[in-house]
């Protein structure tokens, strides 16, 4: 572990830097654009367009990191990431913000796809597990301490932008001043939709579709509270509380999907996901009842904190419940196809779930979970009938964020590495922390 932190302190450093940023981000634009009386659909859409932008650099990103180099790609992203963010303190409008959020997902895709080719360059067979260990306590905490900063000042303040961007831009320091050498970026051959859907069909449903919740849950959980008229500091609780469960949760359902056949697995949290949406929503009628009827936000929080320990270890379970029915040669392959389908359901979570909340009211945000979370679920009972469960030895529950790109698959300890890389960069490693002139 140590030498795990000697060799990549500065990448992980560089890493929570810049999550923290993400984090604080994610909660204050949703605030702020409801401070700021935009419409749920405006708000839904704007906030879709980081995932649309996380979709496009997903697969046009590997290219230009091959010609221009890690450090120099990180350099720009991360700079870029940083100005983009001051614009929307300047540039107060859906359409404005929608566009600065697809550069914003762009670049964040950038910076994640080098964090975890780095991890994997610097990995190996015995290490991978403690590797990916550190790097989901670094993401998940740093978003997490992040998501409290929405108190330094109010939403509506140009400080808050500027602290968002002063953390991405010291993220920089530590990654430009590394001595290490840059890693040899290896090529990542993904599954087509119809192949993955062939070889798992509940796989691939389930990522389309838990992309789909998942992006709705943390781009409008900051929008739902507000709504709710929760002050700053709630908000910042429930932001907290959704990110810390979810992280907790993805060794103890992890290893009871090693255990028990992780279709069933699959099933029981989906449902158990929507049941603790369910609770949320009675939980918060009680807030706001007249006199002594009212109930304070206790079973608001314990709701949450339930529904995200159910919900978000769902993708790495699907993935290994995908790893059950290939061979171990192709897993990293099945999860950048697992990791395509996500994006494409991630694309329009936001906007969807916006839309039943411009319906239904702010509640329209869980009765979005609960029926997406059920249609998972529904599916995962009928290809239990059609198909029977297979073991394969190889496959194995590995706790997965919910950034994680194709790249960073290889980080599953359960991997090989692969063994033809890509035309590496034509620039030097000399070079490539040369200064531009």
């Known amino acids: 572990m140590q030498k795990i932190l000697k ?12 999550m923290l940023s993400h984090g604080y981000q994610g909660s204050l634009l949703g605030v702020r654009a409801v401070k700021e009386e935009f419409s749920l659909t405006a708000t839904g859409f704007m906030l879709s367009g980081y995932y649309i932008g996380y979709f496009i650099g997903a697969r046009t990103i590997t290219g230009l990191i091959s010609r221009v180099g890690h450090i120099r790609v990180f350099a720009a992203f991360a700079s870029i990431a940083s100005i983009v963010i001051l614009m929307h303190s300047i540039f107060v409008n859906p359409f404005t913000w929608f566009i600065l959020r697809i550069v914003t997902g762009i670049s964040m895709v950038s910076i994640y796809t080098i964090a975890e080719s780095w991890l994997n360059d610097r990995s190996s067979n015995k290490n991978r597990g403690s590797v990916l260990s550190i790097y989901m306590i670094v993401l998940y905490g740093s978003m997490a301490i992040g998501m409290f900063f929405l108190n330094f000042s109010s939403p509506l303040n140009f400080q808050p932008f500027i602290l968002i961007s002063l953390f991405m831009s010291l993220a920089l320091i530590p990654i430009l001043l590394t001595k290490k050498k840059a890693p040899t970026f290896k090529k990542i051959t993904g599954m087509s939709l119809k192949e993955l859907y062939k070889v798992s069909p509940l796989g691939m449903v389930g990522s389309l579709f838990y992309g789909t919740t998942q992006s709705a849950l943390f781009s409008l959980i900051p929008v739902y509270a507000a709504s709710m008229n929760f002050t700053i500091l709630e908000i910042s609780v429930v932001t907290f ?10 060794w103890p359902i992890g290893k009871f999907s090693d255990t028990f056949d992780r279709r069933k697995v699959i099933i029981y949290t989906t449902f158990a996901a929507a049941f603790f949406a369910f609770c949320a929503i009675l939980a918060s009628r009680q807030i706001y009842l007249p006199g002594d009827l009212a109930s304070s936000k206790f079973w608001f929080y314990i709701s949450i904190i339930l529904f995200a320990f159910a919900s978000l270890p769902m993708f790495a379970i699907i993935f290994a419940h995908t790893n059950d029915y290939i061979a171990k040669e192709k897993f990293v392959a099945a999860g950048a196809g697992l990791q395509f389908a996500f994006g494409l359901g991630a694309i329009s979570g936001p906007f969807l779930c916006s ?43 590995t706790p997965l964020p919910q950034t994680i790109t194709p790249i960073g698959m290889e980080l599953n300890p359960t991997t090989e590495p692969i063994e033809e890389p890509v035309k590496t960069s034509s620039v030097s490693v000399e070079e490539e922390n040369k200064p531009v002139n």
């Open 7 to 18: 060799n990549s302190w500065a990448l992980f450093l560089g890493m929570g830097l810049i």
């Open 241 to 250: 509380l959704v990110a810390i469960s979810g992280a907790l949760s993805q």
């Open 355 to 397: 839309l039943l909340m411009n319906i239904m009211g702010p509640n329209g945000y869980f009765v979005f979970l609960i029926f997406f979370h059920s249609i998972i679920g529904i599916f995962g009972i009928h290809r239990m009938r059609v198909r029977d469960t297979q073991d394969n030895p190889d496959s194995q529950f």
